[in-house]
């Protein structure tokens, strides 16, 4: 492998193994994979793939590992092929309103380039510093401005992917329409590395929306009255461009560490912005939607004070990390349910006995019901997952989760289906939730799934195990 790829890219440090076994789910694989190749370009990725097929290698494609359903975990004998440090943005084209990204490139870093050209890369996964453009690919990440501006797939017109055995594909391309055959982009968006490592994206640019942004923060008795508000604001012909709700316990979380009084207003918030030319006439009309639901309703057209209305979004995870240790669900249900989703979660909290807060994209029907593991043990500053492993420490395992939250999930993503809707929204599967895969699915379509995996990697060397229930290897996390 060292012969074959660029000088320093393959190592065996027992802190890069170490780092290696998990990711922001905080869940470790039960031993270090045996190796970390970081590639330094498509060569590279090419060669590891190359050998890794022939010798039947299990491969973890990494990005910044910061995945929260256990995608990028890699155990014993597997290697793990990082593509942080292919980190170039290879062309900016103001003209066609593209980018040509390396995976390892952050949003936020395109973001910023193309604000230089007035442009922007409109998805914004809250992770957008953190996280790697392939990774945000891989998972089909969505963000907050998804609301009104797509998720990740809207955003990838063509992909370089290198398939196993070493191939390298162009998929897409690089104009605005097009369909020609079948959509391999559309298809290896979202597919988790499980097809084919991304080794470079043409990715769509949009104009800045032109004006300030005009920002609601608005205060309800309860979380269900203000999902009942979220749908008034989708049914008053207004798009947000964000719509985000925080229940009762993300407020007092808030109130305590930060001694806001964000409760004394009310016992759920709902944050909407809009944007673009008629931004404060917008939102005077979602204003008007949301008041007769409504405790409190502040606007704000001036950036400080919208900034201000926006810290509790920002600052929502923070706080709920002081408070034990997260374990952060991802459901999505249609628009029209989300209340009652709202409802059910907090009901199974109770009937379980478990802490749980929700956040919410309302606007997209996605939920986070984030259940608090050891409310206890304040874990602040440990990262969401609260698992950051020390290479010297012993294996610390799995982190126990107690079987009342374990029943609590479970009762979560089961009645998500039964509401129409989906296991996960943004986070994908990866090991955590293979074991429901079917439940959504059917065995039609995850056998279907399974031999479509099987053309592009034929000896199942990509993220093994991972996705999909795997009938040969079916041990659930
Ligand atoms: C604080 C915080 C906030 C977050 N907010 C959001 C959010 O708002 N929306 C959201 O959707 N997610 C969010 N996430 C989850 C996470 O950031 C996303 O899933 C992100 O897309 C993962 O990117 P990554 O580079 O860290 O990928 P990794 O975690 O390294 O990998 C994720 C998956 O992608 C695969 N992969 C990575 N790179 C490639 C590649 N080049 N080719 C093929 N496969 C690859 C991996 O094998 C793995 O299956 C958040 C996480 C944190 C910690």
């Known amino acids: 492998m060292r012969a ?57 494609p990494r990005g910044a590992g910061t995945g929260l359903a256990g995608g990028a975990v890699a155990g014993p004998g597997e290697l793990v092929l990082s593509l942080e440090r292919m980190n170039r943005i290879r062309e900016l084209s103001p003209a066609d309103m593209i980018a040509v990204v390396e995976p390892g490139v ?78 391999l982009t559309a298809l290896l968006v979202g597919s988790e590395g499980t097809l084919g490592v991304v080794v470079a994206a043409a990715l769509r640019l949009q104009p800045i929306p032109p004006g300030q942004p005009a920002t609601i923060a608005a205060y309800f008795r309860d979380a269900h009255a203000a999902a009942a508000a979220a749908g008034a604001v989708l049914a008053a012909g207004v798009t947000p461009a964000l719509l985000e709700l925080l229940d009762a316990r993300f407020l007092a979380a808030l109130d305590a560490w930060r001694g806001t009084d964000l409760r004394a207003r009310g016992q759920a918030l709902l944050l909407a912005q809009t944007d673009g030319a008629g931004a404060a006439a917008d939102a005077d009309r979602l204003a008007a939607a949301i008041r007769e ?68 994209h309302a606007a997209d029907g996605n939920l986070h019901p984030i259940f608090v593991v050891d409310p206890a043990e304040a874990v602040a500053g440990t990262g969401i997952g609260g698992a950051e492993l020390d290479a010297t420490a012993g294996d610390p395992g799995a982190p126990q989760v107690p079987e009342a939250v374990w029943r609590a999930a479970d009762e979560v993503f089961t009645t998500a289906l039964e509401m129409g809707g989906t296991l996960t929204g943004e986070h994908g599967v990866g090991l955590l939730k293979r074991r429901w895969v079917a439940a959504e699915l059917g065995d039609g379509s995850v056998d279907l799934q399974r031999r479509l995996r099987a053309v592009f990697d034929p000896r199942g060397i990509l993220n093994r195990g991972k996705v999909l229930p795997d009938p040969a290897n079916t041990a659930a996390v």
């Not at 990440?141 to 290198?162: F, I, P």
């Not at 920002?314 to 029209?336: K, M, N, Q, T």
């Open 4 to 60: 074959a790829t660029s000088a320093g890219s393959v190592s065996q440090d027992p802190a890069d193994l170490t780092a290696a076994r998990a990711d922001r789910s905080g869940w470790p694989s039960p031993a270090p994979p045996a190796v970390v190749v970081r590639a330094a370009g498509v060569d590279d990725v090419c060669a590891v793939l190359r050998l890794a097929h022939e010798y039947r290698v299990p491969v973890v």
């Open 106 to 183: 952050r949003a936020a870093e395109l973001d910023q380039a193309a604000a230089a050209h007035g442009l922007r890369y409109a998805p914004d996964p809250a992770s957008l510093d953190i996280s790697t453009l392939g990774g945000n690919i891989a998972t089909n990440a969505g963000g907050l401005r998804c609301a009104k501006y797509g998720v990740t797939r809207e955003a990838v017109l063509g992909l370089d992917v290198v398939l196993p055995g070493g191939e390298l594909l162009r998929t897409g391309r690089r104009t605005v329409k097009g369909v020609t055959g079948y959509d």
């Open 293 to 360: 639901h409504a405790t409190v309703v502040e606007i704000s057209t001036d950036p400080a004070s919208a900034d201000e209305l926006l810290a509790a979004r920002r600052l929502a995870l923070p706080a709920i990390e002081r408070l034990g240790r997260p374990l952060i669900e991802d459901v999505a249900v249609p628009r029209s349910r989300l209340a009652d989703m709202v409802e059910a979660i907090a009901r199974i909290g109770e009937r379980h006995d478990v802490v749980v807060a929700t956040l919410a």
